[in-house]
């Protein structure tokens, strides 16, 4: 069993930054991979970020490329995601998610493809 708790969430005008963090407790193994998945009123769950546990892979989606940063503390057992230049819309609940998966990315941006998830931290982005 993986617990994964989030925190680092909050209320920030557009254009300014948030870093959220997952702490990340029980059995992890360097096979997997974290990811950071958004939830916005009324809609989908989507994929943000995701990170390999071992070597520190990444990958984005389209949207967020070049403004949010995944990394990852091995020592720590954390994964953090900087969020810069933010705007309205990335206002949304932020999960952290992890499991053990290929490193492919038609998984990663997957919901299914994550055994373990954290309970979500409020990201609200102001015009």
């Known amino acids: 069993q993986v617990q994964l708790v989030e925190s680092g969430g909050g209320l920030v005008q557009a254009g300014g930054s948030l870093r959220l963090s997952c702490a990340a407790s029980?059995?992890?193994?360097?096979?997997?991979?974290m990811g950071w998945f958004r939830q916005a009123p009324g809609k989908e769950r989507e994929f943000v970020a995701a990170i390999r546990w071992s070597g520190g892979s990444t990958y984005y989606t389209d949207s967020v490329k070049g403004r949010f940063t995944i990394s990852r503390d091995n020592a720590k057992n954390t994964v953090d995601l900087q969020m810069n230049s933010l705007k309205p819309e990335d206002t949304a609940v932020y999960y952290c998610?992890?499991?053990?998966?290929?490193?492919?990315?038609?998984?990663?941006?997957?919901?299914?493809?994550?055994?373990?998830w954290g309970q979500g931290t409020q990201v609200t982005v102001s015009s």
């Open positions: 029980g059995r992890t193994s360097s096979s997997y991979a």
């Open positions: 998610a992890a499991g053990p998966l290929f490193w492919s990315h038609t998984l990663l941006v997957l919901t299914t493809s994550y055994r373990y």
